[in-house]
């Protein structure tokens, strides 16, 4: 447990405020060990108590000697290192202290994976949570604040808007060697929950579409860098298991929005589905300031290389990720930082081709959803409560795509992969290729089912089919970018993110007007034709992709 513990945000406060913050011995990057605690020493072997500090008097602490002879609060493999420089056999650039250095987010135990993982999963399903569960009551907003039905949708397409943008800002900060992961899911937590209070007391509708934008704004690192941390403690090969939990996360919260606020929103009104959004998200903010350790391998190199310096007066150490931003003015470093997902997103081909695709792909699927209300609102006579049931098709449907991959992956495509751990990242696309036209099935399906003489359970499990196609389109381009991308897998997921939430912001607005006007079987049947359109789009990327790849710039090359 104080493996996960120590290098949090719990961790370095409680460092912070400690009386005997002085007498805590630093052997990761900011890792805090308490006095007399044991540990694991990088070697493997239980460390002996006269590795740690002893502290007998506070002003004049007696720190036992490091093996190179110096009193130094240095790890065995630091002081190796410092003499190693003082010898002129290495330069005084600080990277990882071998394959098994078990600071290497790669080294760590699978725990502490798994653990990692699954509050990412858990950060990612809540805040998105919040995308959906304004929708139940709409109604409420309209009769409250006298505005129209596309008025009061904007909240929805607000927030959408909010969700594509932050993340092209929030996630290359992220990739700061200074900043890290941590600190920016932290912040913005807490300020997403801060600005959810407005909304609650609004009493014109202007405030709620504004902090509806900047509370999905702030809150929306977890759309993107959630991804890039999944990679940081996975080689692809295991990584697919990671990124496939973490895209699990981004159909259950917008599927369990309408569940869980209809509900509210039928027995308390709209403002009640808000407060449920803030304490949901409260503990989910308890839970990583307290488990959530760092994962940014740059930033865990950074600190090492600052601690080394501290320790030994030596200002040359750095850290290799460090020296690219060494001579860059604040300005410099800021324009590179926040330009870098604009030019991936724009300038790299297979970036470009395939954030359009994706975008294409989420207009379908949030044009349909503004369906589900329609149909089992108006032609089943569903109240809000079990309105908000019948997204439990989609639910189910991601949860069942979800296991069809981790099994086919581990029986076969796993064993494809190199000895290091890699493969050529067009073979991400299979999935996709198997799973593309379960997309258009589900239209024609769901609106042909459509009517009063179908039980309504016949729409809510073809409604199922969308989450088999589209579960298999994010698995295998959110396994992709960071494949084609090791060094931006931040940046390149944010511009995805970007492009196909913008997308589905827009498709909000005029799906409830498309399908009033054409019908449900109609509108159905259209998106379904441009469904079928799509199919043979994941081909072509299989195919010819490495092609489009090799005049990307900055994407990984084939040897």
């Keep these: 447990m104080l493996s996960i513990t120590r290098d949090t945000g719990l961790g370095y406060v409680l460092g912070l405020i400690s009386p005997a913050r002085d007498e805590t011995l630093y052997l990761g990057p900011n890792s805090l060990i308490w006095p007399y605690q044991r540990h694991e020493a990088p070697n493997g072997r239980r460390a002996l108590p006269q590795d740690c500090i002893v502290v007998t008097d506070r002003s004049t602490p007696n720190r036992s000697k490091h093996p190179s002879g110096r009193n130094s609060q240095l790890s065995e493999r ?21 394959l098994d250095d078990p600071e290497n987010p790669l080294n760590w135990s699978n725990f502490k994976k798994i653990s990692v993982s699954i509050q990412i999963f858990l950060l990612n399903s809540f805040i998105y949570l919040g995308s959906s569960i304004y929708s139940p009551g709409i109604a409420d907003v309209m009769r409250d604040f006298g505005v129209s039905k596309t008025t009061a949708t904007l909240g929805t397409s607000l927030s959408l808007l909010g969700y594509a943008i932050g993340p092209m800002f929030w996630s290359p900060m992220s ?31 202007a405030t709620i579409l504004i902090f509806r934008f900047l509370t999905a704004f702030i809150g929306s690192p977890a759309q993107a860098t959630g991804g890039a941390t999944i990679s940081d403690m996975f080689l692809p090969r295991k990584r697919s298991y990671g990124l496939g939990l973490w895209e699990l ?3 259950i919260g917008p599927t369990l929005g309408p ?20 304490w949901i998200n409260s503990a989910m903010f308890l839970c990583i300031f307290c488990f959530l350790p760092e994962t940014s391998a740059s930033n865990i190199l950074y600190r ?23 001579n860059l003015s604040k300005k410099e470093l800021a324009y590179k930082t926040l330009i870098r997902p604009f030019v991936l997103c724009f300038q790299e ?4 081709l395939l954030n359009t695709y994706t975008a294409l ?15 089992f609102g108006g032609v089943y006579g569903f109240n809000l409560g079990q309105t ?4 439990l098709g989609l639910m189910i449907g991601s949860f069942v795509a979800f296991l069809i991959f981790v099994i086919w992956f581990f029986l076969f495509d796993a064993k494809k992969f190199d000895d290091l751990g890699y493969r050529k990242p067009e073979k991400r696309f299979v999935p996709l290729m198997a799973g593309c036209v379960f997309i258009p099935i589900c239209l024609f399906v769901f609106g042909r089912t459509s009517r009063p003489d179908v039980p309504w359970i016949v729409p809510v499990i073809g409604s199922g089919l969308f989450s088999l196609g589209g579960f298999s389109l994010f698995i295998s381009i959110l396994n992709y970018l960071p494949d084609a991308y090791p060094d931006y897998a931040a940046s390149v997921l944010a511009g995805n993110n970007f492009i196909r939430c913008t997308f589905g912001a827009g498709c909000v607005l005029f799906a409830a007007p498309m399908y009033n006007n054409l019908g449900i079987q109609w509108a159905s049947t259209l998106l379904g034709i441009l469904g079928f359109i799509f199919v043979p789009v994941p081909f072509l990327f299989y195919f010819y992709g490495h092609k489009i790849r090799r005049a990307s710039r900055h994407a990984l090359k084939d040897h």
């Design 175 to 205: 990739e700061v060697p200074r900043l890290g992961r941590n600190p920016i899911y932290i912040l913005t937590l807490v300020c997403f929950l801060l600005l959810k209070l407005p909304i609650v007391l609004a009493n014109n509708i």
């Design 304 to 326: 090492r290389a600052r601690r080394l310096r501290r320790e030994t007066g030596n200002e040359s150490i750095r850290a290799e990720l460090e020296l690219e931003t060494l």
């Design 361 to 375: 792909v989420t207009g379908l699927l949030f044009t349909w959803l503004e369906s589900l209300p329609i149909v």
């Design 78 to 98: 630091d002081g190796e290192f410092v003499e190693r420089i003082e010898k002129g056999i290495t330069d005084n650039v600080v990277g990882w202290y071998g």
């Design 349 to 352: 081909p297979i970036c470009l």
């Design 388 to 391: 908000g049931l019948s997204f």
């Design 259 to 278: 569940l869980v606020g209809g509900f509210a929103a039928q027995a308390r009104g709209w403002r009640w589905t808000i407060w449920e959004l803030i």
């Design 249 to 251: 996360s981004t159909w």
